[in-house]
């Protein structure tokens, strides 16, 4: 049985027949919109500062699950399409495109981003069989998932390619560079996997997932030097163990993929021309930065991997990580492109602080927090008379549990007007992939288009649902 029978996606046609035309006030909610021109200037700006910089880039493709998004992270010009995935239902929905870019000529990598489950083995093999040698990356950091290697080489005709996921401060997952656990993986990989090929050691792994943290670009810069250099000695490492186990072929070129979406987007600072015009201390690190990428290309080849950076939330906002991609100050309402929109179920202006129901919850919104405020989500001023989508307005979403999300002023004295029963709002959540996660397919608006198409639905695209 094939695995998406087991979730069927609604049919795109279908949808677009249903929702194209017409206008974000005429649709049910709470559904969830993208804007497809600030998806393509974050992409776009991403793929610009790694190919200046000479870094390869793998796309992480979970926050959106759709393909249209996918293709926008790869880009049409890249000769080469590497993107790691979070689930395998993300790979099976993708199969299709990856088998056209292999017929273009382009060489795909698939990797399967979480420390390899032994029961999805099998799964990952068929996706290998059908794409073909080199198309498959794991990712490994205990020896008791290698035992499994075995089977992706019997069904799929060739060895799988092996990441060594390394913890270089995150504690999600990974070995620490200095452990024995390390060693004693590499070991293994050189002396009980190698030799019998059925897969081979191409780099090393780190998630900075603790730079979300973070409050500056400067902080994300520094983050990104520290994941750069552990990596590193996680390749000397391995090359000097597989010297003692007879490895003619000199010294390996390993990839060091290094990321997560502050870190990452942190390398588009990199391409600012106000160099001379940031504080000095910023200056620095920016020159740390440069040199330790230098420094790091000339034995390994340094990949960065990111996941959110397309669509951005408030949780990226609050990092201060990424710059805009429509002007090098630091990313703003603007460079958001999910909101979920949702329908003012009753308004409150008695209590103490005015408050408003929309009927729209954690199922919606997500239940993560964000540093910057205390709240699920911000409301931006769309729908109002005195502001646009790219300003948020006087509320936020203050309390809320299932279907239910109470705003309340975070600014009472604000000008913007009050909520209305009835009105339709759109909210920037604290955190895209969660959020997004409740909605079978988003609602695509294109803010390039000329204003009084703003609030026009150009496009459905089908979010791809199960694990």
């Not at 190919?51 to 926050?63: G, P, Y």
């Not at 990856?98 to 382009?106: A, V």
């Not at 000397?236 to 010294?251: H, M, S, T, Y």
């Not at 620095?284 to 996941?307: C, D, F, P, W």
């Amino acid at each position: 049985m094939d695995p998406l029978d087991l979730y069927p996606s609604p049919s795109k046609e279908a949808l677009k027949n249903l929702f194209v035309g017409k206008q974000l006030g005429e649709v049910a909610t709470p559904a969830a919109v993208l804007d497809r021109a600030v998806i393509e200037r974050n992409c776009s700006q991403m793929l610009r500062a790694c190919q200046a910089l000479d870094l390869l880039f793998r796309a992480h493709v979970k926050t959106t699950k759709t393909t249209e998004v996918t293709q926008l992270q790869v880009g049409k010009g890249s000769s080469t399409v590497s993107i790691v995935v979070s689930t395998l239902v993300e790979a099976e929905h993708l199969l299709g495109y990856l088998q056209e870019c292999r017929k273009d000529g382009k060489a795909v990598n698939v990797l399967y981003g979480i420390p390899l489950p032994p029961s999805q083995m099998e799964r990952l093999s068929q996706l290998g069989k059908k794409l073909g040698p080199g198309s498959i990356s794991v990712m490994i950091d205990h020896p008791g998932q290698l035992s499994s290697l075995r089977t992706f080489k019997n069904i799929a005709g060739f060895g799988v390619s092996i990441y060594v996921k390394v913890d270089t401060g995150y504690h999600r997952a990974g070995l620490s560079v200095d452990s024995t656990m390390l060693k004693n993986l590499l070991q293994d990989i050189f002396q009980k996997v190698e030799p019998v090929g059925i897969g081979e050691l191409c780099g090393f792994y780190s998630h900075a997932g603790h730079s979300y943290g973070g409050d500056s670009q400067m902080a994300a810069m520094e983050l990104l030097e520290h994941e750069i250099k552990g990596l590193e000695h996680a390749g000397e490492l391995a090359n000097d163990i597989a010297k003692q186990f007879g490895d003619v072929r000199g010294e390996r070129k390993y990839i060091l993929s290094v990321g997560a979406t502050p870190t990452a987007t942190s390398v588009e600072n990199l391409l600012d021309d106000s160099y001379g015009t940031r504080p000095w201390k910023t200056q620095e690190q920016m020159s740390r930065l440069k040199t330790s990428i230098t420094n790091a290309k000339v034995k390994y080849a340094v990949e960065i991997h990111a996941g959110v950076y397309p669509i951005l939330d408030m949780q990226q906002l609050a990092t201060k990580a990424s710059p805009s991609a429509i002007g090098m100050q630091d990313a703003t309402f603007s460079d958001v492109a999910l909101s979920i929109l949702a329908e003012v179920a009753s308004v409150y202006p008695h209590r103490t602080v005015p408050e408003a129901l929309i009927a729209a919850g954690s199922l919606a919104l997500g239940r993560e927090p964000c540093k910057s405020y205390d709240g699920w989500g911000v409301v931006s001023a769309w729908n109002s008379s005195s502001g646009t989508h790219a300003e948020r307005s006087a509320w936020e979403v203050g309390r809320i549990s299932q279907e239910h999300g109470i705003l309340k002023r975070s600014s009472p004295s604000s000008g913007h007007d009050d909520l209305q029963m009835g009105q339709k709002v759109r909210i920037w959540p604290n955190h895209a992939c969660v959020a997004g996660a409740g909605f079978g397919w988003y609602l695509v608006v294109d803010s390039s288009l000329p204003p009084c198409r703003h609030n026009e639905i150009i496009d459905v695209w089908v979010r791809w649902r199960g694990w």
